[in-house]
């Protein structure tokens, strides 16, 4: 909510919309608390179902990237220290391992995750991983933090090699969660995919993103692939849910 409106900010220049991002950015600084193992985290102050139960106080490496990206602008807009300060202590997650608090996760080939959710095994969720990945870059940005660009390149490489996992030849995959029916993205999530592909494709010039968002297009434009993947989705939900 603060990022949109910061973007209807710069896209009308009515100092109503900043002012209502600034509003979330200072509670961003704010609400920041220690997770189990005194990592600073934004945790979720309810339940939420993904697998299982996820109790109250939850946190995501979604949320963390996209904390830090509104608080990196707010620091571009106004210099205020303490938005690059809660900034960086967010940032302290993205480079610690979710067993020990963090929101990390480095698997058994070396590739370094992002993750949305702190399940076991974790299951690599698509779009919450490319949120984080943006909210690192933003970091960098402002930074020119050496550390957090080859985490950014870290993570790069991983979306890279992983992101034909993906793709199940006639729609996108939510997550690799381990189960024996993979968990198809609903038409909402398989949007936002060819979206975020295309804008991290814009951002690195890799040529893989973007044929993966126009491959993950074709199938959208495709009656029966989506419808396929309606039918699919609405198994799964009668399944797992």
Not at 105 to 126: A, F
């Amino acid at each position: 909510y603060g990022l949109g409106n910061y973007n209807l900010f710069l896209d009308s220049g009515d100092k109503n919309f900043l002012k209502e991002a600034k509003i979330h950015a200072r509670w961003l600084v704010e609400n920041l608390e220690k997770s189990e193992k005194g990592i600073l985290v934004w945790k979720h102050h309810f339940e939420w179902q993904y697998k299982e139960l996820l109790p109250s106080g939850w946190y995501s490496a979604l949320s963390q990237g996209s904390g830090i990206s509104l608080l990196t602008r707010m620091y571009k807009e106004t210099g205020d220290d303490k938005y690059i300060k809660a900034a960086k202590d967010a940032m302290s997650s993205m480079f610690i391992e979710m067993e020990n608090g963090g929101v990390m996760h480095t698997d058994k080939s070396g590739n370094v995750w992002l993750e949305e959710y702190m399940v076991y095994p974790p299951t690599h969720i698509l779009n919450g991983f490319i949120w984080a990945i943006w909210g690192v870059w933003d970091y960098y940005l402002v930074t020119k933090d050496k550390q957090v660009l080859e985490l950014f390149k870290k993570c790069m490489e991983t979306l890279k090699l992983n992101i034909d996992n993906y793709d199940t030849g006639t729609w996108s995959l939510y997550d690799l969660s381990k189960q024996a029916m993979k968990m198809v993205a609903s038409p909402f999530y398989h949007s936002l995919h060819i979206v975020q592909l295309k804008a991290t494709y814009v951002l690195t010039g890799d040529k893989i993103f973007e044929d993966y968002a126009d491959k993950f297009y074709e199938y959208q434009n495709s009656r029966w692939k989506r419808y396929g993947a309606l039918v699919y989705k609405s198994v799964f939900k009668l399944l797992y849910f």
